[in-house]
Structures are given as C-alpha cells and as structure tokens.
C-alpha cells in the first residue's frame, strides 16, 4: 500500500524587514524625512504594511530622491504583494544610488519569489560586490542557489554568511536545509540545533530539524520538535502535516487521523492530506471513511494515480471487483502518462495475481 512520503520544507527567505536600514545623514531641514522613514521602517518591522506605506509617502514626498525610503517602500510593496510597485521602487532606488547594496539585495528577493532565481544572482552579486561583508545577500545568494539545485554553491553560500555573523540563525537554518536535502543529514541536525540554539523562537528550524529525525526514523524525536513548532505556531499547517506522518509511522493512527483533520480545516482543499488521512483510516479497518477521503483526493486533483491505486484495492477489500479493475487500469494509464514506471509495473504486477470471483 502507498503510504504518504515526508517532504522537506524548504526554508525562504524570512523576516527580511530585519536587514539593517542605513539612515541618511541629514541637516536639520530635512529632519522631517528621516523621522516619517523611521516610524515606517518600524511600523515594518512590525509587519503593520499599510501604516509602514504612509510614512515611507511622506518621506518620499518630502524628498523624492531618498534612495532608503525607495528601497524600504518596495519592501512594504513586496510584503502586500504589489510586486509591480515593489520592482518599480527598487529600480529607481538604484537609478539614484547604483552602489546601494540593499536595493540590489530587495530587488533580488523579489526576482527570487517571481521564480527567476537567474535574475536574482545577478542582482546579489552586485551587492556582493558593493559590499563584500553583506551577510544577508550571501544568504539570500545561497536560497536561489538551491532554488536552482545548486547544493554546493548554496552551503558555500551559507558558510559565508555565518563566517561574517556567526549569530546568523536563518543562515544555519537553511544550510541544514541544503545538507538535508544532499542527504546529509547528520550536519543537517547540528546545523538545525545550531538555529535553535541562537533562537529559541524559530518555527522553522524546529519543524525542519522534525523532519530530518523523521527522514532518520526517529519519529518520537520528531514529534516532540513538532510539538515544539506548534507551540510557536499554532496555524502552520505543514507542522499539523507532518507530525501526521510521524503518528501514522508510530500506528498511532488515530493521532493521525486528528492531525489530518486540523490540515483540512485550514486547508479544504489538499489533495495529500485526504489521501495522507484515507490510509491512516484504511489502517483502523473504516472503509467508508477511507473511501469518501480517496473521493475527496481524486476531486481535488484528478491526475492522482496513487489515490486511484490505493482506492481499487479498498474497493477489492470490500467485494466490488469491477471498481477495483477500473481504478487500478485509472492508475496504470495514469502512471504511464507521468512516466512513473514503477507505479506502472506495480499495478501490472496486482493484476496479474487477480482472479476474478
């Protein structure tokens, strides 16, 4: 039977408001400016966007050429997803300043989230290159390095960050991201615990160290730094997901189950965590449940081979052949059509064992 695989959660960029604003010197005429920048670069850090906006207007308004209040209102732009408006701030941030490395670094976040992770090097490159001590650009660099499956150039990356802060928490915890995902998973643990230990608050580095003791087969261990994470973060679905899976491979199924039902209220529209909660109920023998989950799976996405496999052999289980032959040949043209040839050889395999009653 199919059970449901751990994913890892790759760490983004985070908290980028906490890059260090670099006030401009003024006279005394141009008090006024600075003050609306700070109050916005405050308001930001508190993620109250809208607020932050206003004051970084005022400020531009008094001095249309604040290269800073450009930089830290395309930021503001970027967190209420107005990425036009964020891309536009950023480039005229650069017309007036072409040595600002934080423009660059901002502009490369935002080409990093659009999916151009090219253009983003290029643009932490040239804040690399401006500023060579910039610890927040060589990780940022190292995030659209393993966007690209760059794993080397990404720990490379990281190291580098932590070398010039050695406090950098995000950067430990997205190096023990990449380890992880190169299967290192023994330095993916220290650099994981290393972020914990400089920040005992950080969500993810819990939630991503659980599903490297899961990968390892330590699912208790796993499940207490879930518990961990959702001490911190009730909300965060993937936790809920994942601590799931740790349950379901403990048979635990019943924690389980609940786990996959608090993903669904969040999100009512995941197709895994249907079919995740239809084989954790397959285990406790409820047919009708695990059947109306595999419908549910196969409504949200209706490519899903695996929903359509596992459901023909619980239609088998419960005496209806001729739904399972039809949802097993679903899985087999379905596999096929994905170029997934074990999935394929698998179903072929069940069928040939199959005598019709």
Same mark, same amino acid.
């Given at each position: 039977m199919t059970i449901p695989h751990i994913s890892l959660v790759m760490a983004s960029p985070s908290n980028h408001a906490n890059l260090r604003p670099e006030l401009l010197v003024v006279a005394n005429n141009k008090a006024s400016e600075t003050e609306f920048y700070n109050q916005g670069v405050s308001l930001l850090k508190q993620k109250k966007y809208q607020e932050?906006?206003?004051?970084?207007?005022?400020?531009?308004?008094?001095?249309? =050429?604040? !290269? /800073?209040? %450009?930089?830290? &209102? @395309?930021? #503001?732009?970027?967190? *209420?997803?107005? $990425?036009?408006? +964020?891309?536009?701030?950023?480039?005229?941030?650069?017309?007036?300043?072409?040595?600002?490395?934080?423009?660059?670094?901002?502009?490369?976040?935002?080409?990093?989230?659009?999916?151009?992770?090219?253009?983003?090097l290029t643009d932490y490159n040239r804040a690399i290159e401006i500023k060579s001590n910039y610890a927040e650009a060589y990780n940022y660099r190292g995030v659209s390095h393993l966007a690209l499956s760059d794993h080397q150039n990404a720990i490379k990356d990281y190291t580098q960050a932590i070398a010039l802060n050695p406090k950098y928490a995000e950067a430990y915890n997205n190096r023990g991201v990449a380890h992880s995902i190169a299967g290192d998973y023994a330095k993916a643990m220290e650099d994981y615990s290393k972020a914990?230990?400089?920040?005992? =608050?950080? !969500? /993810?580095? %819990?939630?991503? &160290? @659980?599903? #490297?003791?899961?990968? *390892?087969?330590? $699912?208790?261990? +796993?499940?207490?730094?879930?518990?961990?994470?959702?001490?911190?973060?009730?909300q965060d679905s993937s936790i809920y997901y994942n601590r799931g899976i740790a349950y379901y491979q403990l048979k635990e199924y019943q924690k389980a189950i609940a786990d996959y039902s608090e993903v669904i209220k969040r999100d009512p529209n995941s197709p895994n965590t249907y079919f995740s909660r239809a084989v954790a109920r397959q285990q406790l023998k409820d047919a009708q449940g695990a059947l109306d989950d595999y419908n549910l799976a196969i409504t949200k996405k209706t490519d899903y081979a695996d929903a359509y496999f596992n459901r023909g052999l619980l239609f088998y289980q419960v005496g209806n052949q001729s739904k399972f032959v039809e949802d097993l040949e679903k899985a087999a043209s379905l596999y096929q059509q994905q170029g997934n040839n074990q999935g394929y050889q698998k179903v072929q395999d069940v069928l040939s064992k199959y005598e019709p009653i």
């Amino acid at each position: 039977m199919t059970i449901p695989h751990i994913s890892l959660v790759m760490a983004s960029p985070s908290n980028h408001a906490n890059l260090r604003p670099e006030l401009l010197v003024v006279a005394n005429n141009k008090a006024s400016e600075t003050e609306f920048y700070n109050q916005g670069v405050s308001l930001l850090k508190q993620k109250k966007y809208q607020e932050a906006l206003k004051q970084f207007n005022q400020a531009l308004n008094i001095n249309p =050429n604040y !290269t /800073q209040a %450009y930089t830290k &209102r @395309g930021l #503001t732009y970027y967190h *209420l997803k107005q $990425y036009q408006e +964020a891309f536009n701030d950023y480039n005229r941030a650069v017309q007036l300043d072409a040595k600002f490395p934080e423009a660059y670094t901002y502009r490369g976040l935002l080409r990093h989230a659009l999916g151009n992770d090219i253009g983003a090097l290029t643009d932490y490159n040239r804040a690399i290159e401006i500023k060579s001590n910039y610890a927040e650009a060589y990780n940022y660099r190292g995030v659209s390095h393993l966007a690209l499956s760059d794993h080397q150039n990404a720990i490379k990356d990281y190291t580098q960050a932590i070398a010039l802060n050695p406090k950098y928490a995000e950067a430990y915890n997205n190096r023990g991201v990449a380890h992880s995902i190169a299967g290192d998973y023994a330095k993916a643990m220290e650099d994981y615990s290393k972020a914990i230990q400089l920040d005992s =608050n950080y !969500t /993810q580095a %819990y939630k991503n &160290r @659980g599903i #490297t003791k899961a990968q *390892l087969g330590e $699912y208790l261990a +796993a499940i207490i730094d879930y518990n961990h994470a959702l001490e911190l973060d009730s909300q965060d679905s993937s936790i809920y997901y994942n601590r799931g899976i740790a349950y379901y491979q403990l048979k635990e199924y019943q924690k389980a189950i609940a786990d996959y039902s608090e993903v669904i209220k969040r999100d009512p529209n995941s197709p895994n965590t249907y079919f995740s909660r239809a084989v954790a109920r397959q285990q406790l023998k409820d047919a009708q449940g695990a059947l109306d989950d595999y419908n549910l799976a196969i409504t949200k996405k209706t490519d899903y081979a695996d929903a359509y496999f596992n459901r023909g052999l619980l239609f088998y289980q419960v005496g209806n052949q001729s739904k399972f032959v039809e949802d097993l040949e679903k899985a087999a043209s379905l596999y096929q059509q994905q170029g997934n040839n074990q999935g394929y050889q698998k179903v072929q395999d069940v069928l040939s064992k199959y005598e019709p009653i």
